[in-house]
Structure formats: structure tokens, C-alpha cells
């Protein structure tokens, strides 16, 4: 067992860390930077962990300046393939931005997070190896309970511990299974790409991925927990999915399972990912696209808020830091989560696939989407502005205002 790094003779911190994936990693990071005494906790992490692993640009923006980005193993997205059922037909969508600049990587997240979680050390940040097995307040501090026996203490607790957070159980609640979504497939071993593959699925509402990293393809399919359809039955239906798209076929497939915040537009409303002494970042705090499922840059820009509200040394930073998740974060989610109530409804899927085929300005759209540049709040309007207005309002008519007649008459 690992003891932690960086000791300095004390068994005090001005903030424990649970949870070293990337929102655990860079708030102990952007704390330990920032001269705090940090104690990150983990039993494994870095590992793989069983998730699409694409990585977007403005991620990557977030931590260029600490993480050595040339060092990571990462595939970099030239396109993203929408398929129709079975793989019978099907629309590519461009997200290459140039030598210079990433719109989406695929990367190892053993490799991504332990690059992150060096980045901790190097700015001081203890790091210990352990299963934290509860968190007590007691005194005005957080006594951290581990497996092996060590209890360290701390002056604020960051949950950055997943959507099974532990930090969430005691201090706030559980996520209901209809917040939850479940990601299974497999990862097939001995193949690769420059491409990622799509396909929409209205039963159960969600969709087949296949991304593609250094040395595998990550191929799965995610759905809501409460839909009714077991881990065992997805799976089937992504072996399905394997064998009419080619994909993967004649690899070593190696199974997995991953449960996902899947938040309501209400729940993003009324979000509540802090309290006196403790916060939620990334997962632990549902702060995950509701369509896309892109967790990771949300992951960063929460440890960002955190850190930034503990250093401030304001009275509450819980306040603050809840008061700018919700404003900056959660209420583009929450514009996303609506979205996704009509997204995947059989007739707006064939309407997607026909625009993403006949419209290039519609294909801009969907890879701005993809790449996580477009926000929900401005998505109906840029829609509106593309020169296939027709089509655009065809594929926006489930959910989108009744189209004022001064836009259409401008529009003639």
C-alpha cells in the first residue's frame, strides 16, 4: 500500500480530494498550485476506465498549461459517421480543425488521468493510495475513513468520487435510477480509426458508439437505467450492432459496464452540488451532457470553480461555487436535457439523418455538437440562421417554437 506523497509530518488538510479521475485530479491540482495542503485519495486510479474516452478541444484548452499533451496516446478524430439502422445507410460529419488545433481526441484515460494526477503531485498535492470507507464531520473538520485504517482530517471535502459518490451519500443523497444511465459494450482489441460511429436508437432513446483509441475501439451503447432494458440485453444488441457494421468484427472483445449521470432538465434546474464544508465536481455532481454524455470537460470546468471558490477564502464558498455552476454550467444542461426529450423519437431521428446527408450547414452543426463548441442555449436559433430553413424546421418541429411568420416572410 502506498502511503501519501509529500508528507509533511501533519494529518491535516485544508482540503481532501475523494476521487482522483479527471475533476478530482485538477481540483487538487488547481488547489496544491494555488498553496493549499491537499490530500488526494484513490485505490486505483490511474486506470482505464470504461467510457467512450473522447476528449474535446476546449478540455484540452483547460490543462495544456500543466499536462504535456504530446505525451498523451490519443487518436485524433478526423470525422464522426451517423449511421442508419443496421449501418445501411450513412453521414459523415467533418471534425477535423487542422494541423493546430483538436476538436476531439480519443485517449487512454489511464494515460489522460495519470498525466493529470502527476500534475497534482508535482504541485504538491499528497496523494493516497486508499478506499475511503466514509467521511465523518466532526469539530468543524472531515475525518476520512480509509480501508486500511488511516483516518487523515480535513477543513473541506471535494466529492470528485462518480456517480456512485460516497461524499454524494453522506452529505446529500443518492442518485434516483432515473438519473442514471447505463454505458455497456465491449472493447474490441486489435483494431483502430480515425472515425467515430453513431448510431441514433429510439428503443430503448439513446444510441451505439464505436470511438476509436490508440489500441482499441471502445464499442457500446448507452441507455437510461429506468428504461427497463438489463446490462445484459444492451450488450446483446451491441454484439448485434458489431456484427451488421463490421465494426470490431474478429476482435478480442473484452465486456464492460458503466453507470452515467443522466439528469432531467428539472434536476439540472435545481441543482444542488454543495453545502458547508463540502462540493461536487464532474460526475459525482451530475454535471454530464444529457445528450452527448461528454462528462470531461464539465469534470475540469467544475474542479476549476471549486478551487477557485476555496481560494478566494470567501465565508461560504459553497454558495459560490453552487451559485456559478448553476448559472454557467447547469442551465446549458438543463436547455440540453430538454432537447434530448424529443431527440431520439423515431420520427426526428430519420429527419436528422436525411439533413445530416442533404445539408452542409446542418453537418456544421452536428460536429460543433459533437466537439462540445455549440451550447443548447444558442442551438434553435443557429439552426434557424442555416440556408436549409426548410429542413431545419422540419428537424426542430417536435420541439422548437412555432416559426414566427416575420422569419418566414423574410425568408421567401
Known sequence: METATNTRGRNHFTAAVIG????GAWTAYRLARDGARVLLVDPSHPREKPCGGGITGRALSIVSSAVALHDLPAVRVRSA????SGGRASAAVPLDAGR??????????ACFDGLLVAAARRAGADVMTA????????NGA?????ADGRAPT?????GADGANSLVRRRFFRAFRRDQLALATGFFAHGATSDEIAIELLTNPPGYIWSFPRPDHLAIGVCAQADAGVTAAALRARTADWIRATG????????????????????????LDPAGPGWMLVGDAAGLVDPLTREGIFFALQSAEYAAEALAAAAPRPHRAF?????SEIADDLARGARFKDEFFRPRLTRLLMEALRRSEPIRRVMADLVAGTQSYRGLKCRLARTMELGLAWRVMGGFAEPRPPAIAQRDQ
Not at 482522483?20 to 475533476?23: C, D, L, T, V, W
Not at 478506499?131 to 466532526?138: G, K, S
Request: aromatic content about 10%; glycine content about 4%.
Open 20 to 23: 482522483a479521475g479527471p475533476s
Open 81 to 84: 459517421r451517423f449511421l442508419d
Open 100 to 109: 493546430h488545433h483538436h476538436r476531439l481526441i480519443v485517449a487512454s484515460r
Open 131 to 138: 478506499r475511503v470507507t466514509d467521511v465523518v464531520r466532526l
Open 142 to 146: 472531515f475525518r476520512i475513513d480509509t
Open 154 to 158: 480535513a477543513s473541506f471535502v471535494v
Open 247 to 270: 465494426l470490431g468484427q474478429g476482435c478480442r472483445l473484452e465486456p464492460y459496464s458503466w453507470p452515467i449521470p443522466s439528469l432531467s432538465a428539472a434536476d439540472f434546474d435545481a
Open 322 to 326: 453552487t451559485h456559478r455552476v448553476r
